[in-house]
């Protein structure tokens, strides 16, 4: 496939060639636009005006989470210390605190975790250094600034340390369609969300967090069974509309990018155009199911959003449980 059509594409939609994709990288770029030290990128357009907005967008008071349990162990190495008397744990007799060993009613219980949260399918979010083009990050800065030792010292996942709040809109392509779900390999185009804006009575708008649902979340659910590398997701034609649009953040409920793309020489376009070139913040394998449900419920499709990733220092991401507020 060198065309970068992707099998299946209808012939009336016309599809960005490879080179138009690849071109994408300097006409979508935001290096720049809002300083050269920037590491926001496009959180920059949730401003103060579009956070108060955001909270007039809760309606009903309602919260659901947009996130996925992580299972045990398939997903996290863990590790449980239960105590149920914490004075017969070896060594109290040696701590500082007299009560400790001498109170005989108290216990606890620790774990030790460790995780990939990258992949498909923890829900995690992606900071702009997770990717590489030509061996650069957002705003020109080298990939020699990742070390393998401390991490990255550009735009890691602590930039949004003071979280992400602001207008979430669930745009639900699978019932504009009129299908469970998404078959693998399909990809969501322009024209797929402006008609899932039309039928929901919503719109997109500069700041907005914009949550795609395909319906592999219902397909997860009802299967129980995660799919493989083939997916549903984003093709790499929304990009234009995405920073049109002034997208501050986007997720799906698959890891984002269709698979295949349709292009030979770009893996996963949306993935390297939004972090690389964009600044465009990413939220990877979202359950969208009980958002849908409440969203359709109280027919009101956009809400308060709230992602509060952990301040992991010179991390690539975070694992997350982004936050619905209708």
């Given at each position: 496939m060198t065309g970068g059509v992707e099998a299946g594409m209808t012939a009336q939609r016309p599809m960005p060639t490879q080179d138009d994709v690849l071109g994408y990288f300097d006409t979508l770029s935001n290096w720049g636009r809002w300083g050269d030290d920037d590491e926001?990128?496009?959180?920059?357009?949730?401003?103060?005006?579009?956070?108060?907005?955001?909270?007039?967008?809760?309606?009903?008071?309602?919260?659901?989470?947009?996130?996925?349990?992580?299972?045990?162990?398939?997903?996290?190495?863990?590790?449980?210390?239960?105590c149920p008397c914490a004075a017969d744990m070896p060594g109290a007799e040696n701590m500082p605190v007299a009560a400790f060993h001498a109170d005989?009613?108290?216990?606890?219980?620790?774990?030790?975790?460790?995780?990939?949260?990258?992949?498909?399918?923890?829900?995690?979010?992606?900071?702009?250094?997770?990717?590489?083009?030509?061996?650069?990050?957002?705003?020109?800065?080298?990939?020699?600034?990742?070390?393998?030792g401390t991490g990255s010292a550009w735009a890691a996942v602590t930039a949004a340390a003071n979280g992400i709040v602001t207008r979430g809109v669930l745009l639900d392509v699978a019932g504009a369609r009129g299908v469970p779900w998404l078959?693998?390999?399909?990809?969501?185009?322009?024209?797929?969300?402006?008609?899932?804006?039309?039928?929901?009575?919503?719109?997109?708008?500069?700041?907005?967090?914009?949550?795609?649902?395909?319906?592999?979340?219902?397909?997860?659910?009802?299967?129980?069974?995660a799919s493989g590398f083939t997916q549903a997701g984003w093709h790499a034609s929304c990009l234009p509309w995405l920073h049109e649009r002034g997208v501050a953040l986007i997720g799906a409920d698959t890891p984002q990018d269709v698979q295949p793309s349709g292009y030979d020489d770009v893996l996963m376009p949306v993935h390297a155009v939004s972090l690389v070139a964009m600044g465009l913040w990413l939220l990877d394998?979202?359950?969208?199911?009980?958002?849908?449900?409440?969203?359709?419920?109280?027919?009101?499709?956009?809400?308060?959003?709230?992602?509060?990733?952990?301040?992991?220092?010179?991390?690539?991401?975070?694992?997350?449980?982004?936050?619905?507020?209708?």
């Open positions: 926001l990128g496009t959180l920059n357009h949730i401003t103060d005006d579009v956070r108060l907005a955001a909270a007039r967008a809760v309606r009903h008071g309602r919260s659901v989470s947009c996130a996925w349990e992580v299972a045990v162990p398939e997903e996290m190495e863990r590790s449980t210390t239960s005989r009613r108290w216990g606890f219980s620790t774990e030790r975790l460790g995780m990939t949260f990258h992949g498909n399918t923890i829900t995690h979010i992606d900071s702009p250094c997770h990717l590489f083009w030509d061996g650069m990050m957002y705003n020109g800065r080298s990939h020699s600034l990742v070390d393998t078959e693998p390999g399909e990809g969501v185009f322009p024209d797929d969300l402006e008609e899932a804006e039309r039928r929901q009575g919503v719109r997109v708008r500069a700041g907005d967090a914009v949550l795609l649902r395909t319906g592999y979340g219902r397909f997860r659910h009802e299967s129980g069974v394998n979202c359950d969208l199911e009980a958002c849908l449900a409440t969203a359709a419920e109280l027919g009101q499709w956009d809400f308060q959003l709230a992602v509060a990733p952990v301040r992991f220092v010179g991390t690539s991401g975070s694992p997350v449980n982004p936050i619905a507020t209708f």
